[in-house]
């Protein structure tokens, strides 16, 4: 029944390390994105895949790569991570009828 | 570029009282405009929005009319309860566009 989906629902890892974070929509949505929440509660856009295809790439470092195997997945894949990317990183969906956006419930990421 | 400001919260009520949270924009065209809700340990949710100058969106007592003469979009309820107490985010989204533009969020406490 849950229309966006991620895993995991926490992470916690030591500096350095290499992680995903798995996202699936079942609304037939076309266009995915990834946020990143800070502490602050600011959200701020990542990437945005429609129909598998990047569209939006903002000031993101390359360490970061999300993958879309097929429009209902958009993988977030994080490389040699940093203290600093501990947040909170949601997946979102959207109805292109409405430009109403879905979250799922989000990945906390821990960095240590 | 398109921007959304909002209030800095935190906001704290007590249950019943009249809720404001003032929200404006800047954006070329007629953007369609959002007020999202984040209950603790969750995602964003959809509460209203509205797509023209004048709509009124409306949900769960609460309420928005978009203003273009003011590029505003402020979000009022008239009685809050302690259920309602969570992180607002206002945000846009350019006619045809794929990006979600979020103001920086309010958060909303209401006491018993």
């Known amino acids: 029944d849950t229309a966006v989906s991620q895993t995991p629902k926490y992470l916690v890892t030591q500096m350095g390390n290499d992680k995903s974070i798995k996202c699936e929509q079942n609304l037939g949505h076309d266009t995915m994105y990834w946020y990143k929440q800070d502490s602050k509660k600011f959200l701020k856009i990542m990437f945005s895949?429609?129909?598998?295809?990047?569209?939006i790439n903002e000031t993101v470092p390359n360490r970061f790569s999300p993958k879309s195997p097929d429009k209902a997945h958009l993988n977030l894949h994080i490389n040699s991570l940093e203290l600093g990317d501990s947040a909170v990183y949601f997946c979102?969906?959207?109805?292109?009828?409405?430009?109403?956006?879905?979250f799922g419930p989000g990945t906390r990421l821990t960095v240590l | 570029g398109n921007s959304v400001t909002q209030m800095e919260g935190p906001v704290t009520l007590s249950e019943e009282a009249f809720l404001t949270i003032n929200c404006t924009y800047t954006a070329t065209g007629y953007p369609s405009l959002f007020w999202y809700v984040q209950y603790p340990g969750e995602g964003l949710q959809l509460l209203l929005k509205a797509t023209k100058a004048d709509d009124k969106g409306s949900n769960k007592g609460f309420e928005a009319t978009y203003r273009k003469e003011t590029t505003s979009f402020h979000l009022e309820k008239g009685s809050v309860q302690v259920s309602d107490s969570a992180v607002y985010f206002c945000a846009l989204i350019k006619a045809a566009g794929n990006k979600l533009t979020f103001g920086g969020g309010t958060r909303v406490l209401v006491k018993p």
């Open positions: 979102a969906s959207k109805d292109p009828n409405t430009d109403t956006q879905y």
């Open positions: 895949y429609n129909n598998k295809e990047l569209i």
